[in-house]
Nanobody
Framework: QVQLVESGGGPVQAGDSLSLSCAAS?????MGWFRQAPGKEREFVAR????????TYADSVKGRFTVSGVFAKKTVYLQMSSLKPEDTAVYYC?????????????WGQGTQVTVSS
């Protein structure tokens, strides 16, 4: 069992920056960020793989968001800049623990990000 604790959400203005963090209680293969806006399905935002420190982004956030991680702290960060009102959502951290199955096994509780124009 891996527990994920997210922090860093809050209200901001359009154009502002905000950083989220997600700390895992155990080892993971990769950690991802997802978001869910009201009335919409949850969508992929970014992923960080510890091997090679590889990062992957959704097109909607590419160039504005940066995902990174500190292995010793089992913590990943999502640095968000040039925020837009459409970035408003609950942001969830997720963890993959199996090297053989490409799915997220554990999820955080979510943190609200609200971007006002």
């Amino acid at each position: 069992q891996v527990q994920l604790v997210e922090s860093g959400g809050g209200p901001v203005q359009a154009g502002d920056s905000l950083s989220l963090s997600c700390a895992a209680s155990g080892g993971t293969i990769s950690m991802g960020w997802f978001r869910q806006a009201p009335g919409k399905e949850r969508e992929f935002v970014a992923r960080f793989m510890w091997s090679g420190s590889s990062a992957t982004y959704a097109d909607s956030v590419k160039g504005r968001f940066t995902v990174s991680g500190v292995f010793a702290k089992k913590t990943v960060y999502l640095q968000m800049s040039s925020l837009k009102p459409e970035d408003t959502a609950v942001y969830y951290c997720a963890a993959r623990i199996s090297p053989f199955v490409d799915k997220y096994d554990y999820w955080g509780q979510g943190t609200q990000v609200t971007v006002s124009s």
